[in-house]
T-cell receptor
Framework: EAGVVQSPRYKIIEKKQPVAFWCNPI?????LYWYRQNLGQGPELLIR????????DSQLPKDRFSAERLKGVDSTLKIQPAELGDSAVYLC?????????????FGEGSRLTVL | AQSVAQPEDQVNVAEGNPLTVKCTYS??????LFWYVQYPNRGLQFLLK??????LVKGSYGFEAEFNKSQTSFHLKKPSALVSDSALYFC??????????FGPGTRLSVLP
């Protein structure tokens, strides 16, 4: 069974440019997360989806970040315009919905460098 | 509010020796506790979790962790370290209905 798939793996852009990351979760996983991981730190939640509904986007910087999960499967995270401080690894994770005891399954991440 | 502390940024251990990576947590209600490992340029991989029951849980690659409610700890252990265990380890906590909260990570170096 395929794991969580993310693309691109690496992206280098200049500040003020837009960038988008794509995630395909594990088949059957209703819950999808986007995390940001700064160098040497733990992941920090940006947004959580249950099916196609964003149930927690309180940590998403909405002035420049947006996300969508069409049809409750794939998801896209967009940054426009990017700033130097956005350089990080953007991780997508998925899990089965339910009581919350299930673990997260992470993709390989998308490493963003903003110059 | 939930929080996780990993008091050691770095743990060094000789190959073949036992290893311990420490984690303490703070959460309202019953905690669900997790350990993940991250290799360079890779995503996080699940190692093990405590939900309920036996305080000693066993996971992947020979790792185990002990839940201690009175000390609010969930330390990761392995009886005999391998060089290939060298990686970044993250402890995470979740309360029912809440999001996962990850610790800052501990870098484990196993020396040959």
């Amino acid at each position: 069974e395929a794991g969580v798939v993310q693309s691109p793996r690496y992206k280098i852009i200049e500040k003020k440019q837009p960038v988008a990351f794509w995630c395909n979760p594990i088949s059957g996983h209703n819950t999808l997360y986007w995390y940001r991981q700064n160098l040497g730190q733990g992941p920090e939640l940006l947004i959580r989806y249950e099916n196609e509904e964003a149930v927690d986007d309180s940590q998403l910087p909405k002035d420049r970040f947006s996300a969508e999960r069409l049809k409750g499967v794939d998801s896209t995270l967009k940054i426009q315009p990017a700033e130097l401080g956005d350089s990080a690894v953007y991780l997508c994770a998925s899990s089965l919905a339910g009581s919350g005891t299930g673990e997260l399954f992470f993709g390989e991440g998308s490493r963003l460098t903003v110059l | 509010a939930q929080s996780v502390a990993q008091p050691e940024d770095q743990v060094n251990v000789a190959e073949g020796n036992p290893l311990t990576v420490k984690c303490t947590y703070s959460v309202s209600g019953n905690p669900y506790l997790f350990w993940y490992v991250q290799y360079p340029n890779r995503g996080l991989q699940f190692l093990l979790k405590y939900i309920t029951g036996d305080n000693l849980v066993k996971g992947s690659y020979g790792f185990e962790a002990e839940f201690n409610k009175s000390q609010t700890s969930f330390h990761l252990k392995k009886p005999s370290a391998l060089v290939s265990d060298s990686a970044l380890y993250f402890c995470a906590v979740r309360a029912l209905g809440q999001n996962f909260v990850f610790g800052p990570g501990t870098r484990l170096s196993v020396l040959p």
